[in-house]
């Protein structure tokens, strides 16, 4: 497995601001994916953090809203820009890792959103 | 397109009583399967996985799920449950890969009652 940590745990924002949400992990991994998970609701993609390169976005999400960095193997960040209350959800990074013969997402504390 | 499903958005046993939270998913093509484990204010924690070995698979906190190819179903299970396993369960499914493509079902959400 792999330890995480987001930064920050919790936010309360005001619309039209942003916010830069960090995610650190403990070894180096090649994969690193961000998640949103608004009130009440599953898991969503949105995007996956390539190193190197620029992130793949899923349908439904773009760069100019969800700007996402991967400046190296073990760190990433996701800005939630000009915020509106239908941003305010909790934020997970997870990372995958080769374990016992399958690929396996392990997930952050999460960093939760609200915003006013 | 591939789908998973999670019947009961909420569940609420006894302390000590049988936990069963129910998984099917849709596919012809066996899926890697997940179990997370949410709790209050948590991030997402892996409570067990399937990955073609053995069928019936045991993960942490006494939680086990059993593969069954022929009802499409991982459901999760735990003889006695604990006050602790209060929280929200989801399960996820994968087709090997890389890529991020897990797909979550909407959640059950367990409630314990002493």
């Known amino acids: 497995s792999a330890v995480i940590s987001q930064k920050p745990s919790r936010d309360i924002c005001q619309r039209g601001t942003s916010l830069t949400i960090q995610c650190q992990v403990d070894?180096?991994?090649?994969?690193m994916f961000w998640y949103r998970q608004q009130p009440g609701q599953s898991l969503t993609l949105i995007a996956t953090?390539?190193?190197?390169?620029?992130?793949?976005?899923e349908s439904g999400f773009v760069i100019d809203k969800f700007p996402i960095s991967r400046p190296n193997l073990t760190f990433s960040t996701l800005t939630v820009s000009n915020m509106s209350p239908e941003d305010s959800s909790i934020y997970l990074c997870?990372?995958?890792?080769?374990?016992?013969?399958?690929?396996?997402?392990?997930f952050g504390p999460g960093t939760r959103l609200l915003v006013l | 397109a591939q789908s998973v499903t999670q019947l009961g958005s909420h569940v609420s046993v006894s302390e000590g009583a049988l936990v069963l939270l129910r998984c099917n998913y849709s596919?012809?093509?066996?899926?890697?399967l997940f179990w997370y484990v949410q709790y209050p204010n948590q991030g997402l924690q892996l409570l067990l996985k399937?990955?073609?070995?053995?069928?019936l698979v045991k993960g942490i906190n006494g939680f086990e799920a059993e593969f069954k190819k022929s009802e499409t179903s991982f459901h999760l299970t735990k003889p006695s449950a604990h006050m602790s396993d209060a929280a929200e369960y989801f399960c996820?499914?994968?087709?090997?890969?890389?890529?991020?493509?897990?797909?979550f079902g909407k959640g059950t959400k367990l409630s314990v009652k002493p």
């Open positions: 997870s990372v995958e890792t080769l374990s016992g013969g399958a690929e396996t997402q392990y």
């Open positions: 070894s180096q991994v090649t994969m």
């Open positions: 953090a390539n190193q190197g390169s620029e992130a793949t976005y």
């Open positions: 596919s012809s093509v066996p899926p890697y």
């Open positions: 399937y990955t073609s070995a053995a069928t």
């Open positions: 996820a499914v994968s087709y090997g890969g890389s890529q991020g493509n897990l797909i």
